[in-house]
């Protein structure tokens, strides 16, 4: 693709849908990415319905999410979440924060996520919590100050998810891709977890399991072919972003060797 912007662009859009299509975020939540061209700034969503998202609705943020030009749109109040993140972490190219109803048992009872399953490994081995009151005291629960995002972005600290008391989890990747791959593998880890929990003892997987199964978990093999299956499923739906966009295959590297 020789407009790394555009399809920066159009792949937040599509990723947007499909986390709202895969029942990850519903009515709010949002994912936002690393500008391709300046680590400094991040492209996020106007405030409107994830599953709406298209390209020309990316507002490009500075990292202190002030907006770079004024679109006079509505804003999402908790972008700090998305700034805050990628300055404390220059290795994070795309967040998503959502409110998952995987999760939120974990949240409200602050009972530990485990990898249950190959997949789930991608989660973590065990994501830290976040209590927004511990430092905050009484709030509305969103994370709309800079020092919130920033205190978020420390408990986060190297891990790829972050669970928020009584509110929601904050997701990264190292690409989009991989970001969604990680958001809708560990809600489908949370689910299996919460079942298994309900039948009998919860048998996570091994240490040396879980760093096994997020090499490959990391690859680029198993997040085309679930990316490529995410899209064939909007498409069905007829919910592909309608303006036009780059090539939907372009911003994967070529499978290294086919099967698997
Ligand atoms: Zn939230």
């Not at 972008?79 to 409200?108: K, L, S, W």
């Not at 420390?154 to 791959?181: I, K």
């Not at 079942?195 to 879980?210: D, H, K, Q």
């Amino acid at each position: 693709m020789s407009d790394p912007l555009a399809q920066a662009r159009f792949d937040v859009a599509v990723a947007n849908r499909i986390l709202a299509y895969e029942g990850v975020l519903d009515a709010f939540g949002h994912v936002s990415v690393r500008h391709p061209d300046d680590p400094d700034r991040y492209l996020l969503s106007c405030s409107r319905a994830p599953e709406l998202v298209g390209p020309a609705d990316l507002i490009e943020y500075r990292l202190d999410s002030t907006a770079v030009e004024e679109t006079g749109s509505a804003q999402y109040s908790e972008r700090v979440i998305h700034g805050e993140i990628y300055r404390a972490r220059p290795d994070v190219m795309a967040v998503c924060h959502h409110h998952a109803e995987a999760f939120m048992p974990f949240v409200i009872t602050g009972t530990d996520y485990v990898p249950v399953f190959h997949l789930g490994a991608t989660g973590g081995a065990k994501p830290p919590f976040w209590d927004q009151r511990a430092e905050f005291g009484d709030t509305g629960l969103l994370v709309v100050e800079p020092q919130e995002g920033a205190s978020l972005a420390r408990a986060l600290g190297a891990d790829h998810m972050v669970l928020m008391r009584n509110h929601g989890v904050t997701v990264t990747g190292a690409s989009v891709q991989d970001l969604v791959f990680r958001c809708y593998y560990a809600c489908r880890n949370a689910e299996f977890q919460a079942r298994a929990a309900a039948l009998g003892t919860v048998r996570p997987l091994s240490p040396g399991e879980i760093v096994a199964a997020q090499k490959i978990a990391a690859g680029p093999t198993g997040q085309a072919r679930a990316w490529e299956r995410w899209m064939a499923r909007l498409d069905r739906l007829g919910a592909m972003p309608r303006e036009p966009g780059p090539s939907r295959r372009v911003g994967f590297r070529p499978n290294p060797s086919p099967g698997r």
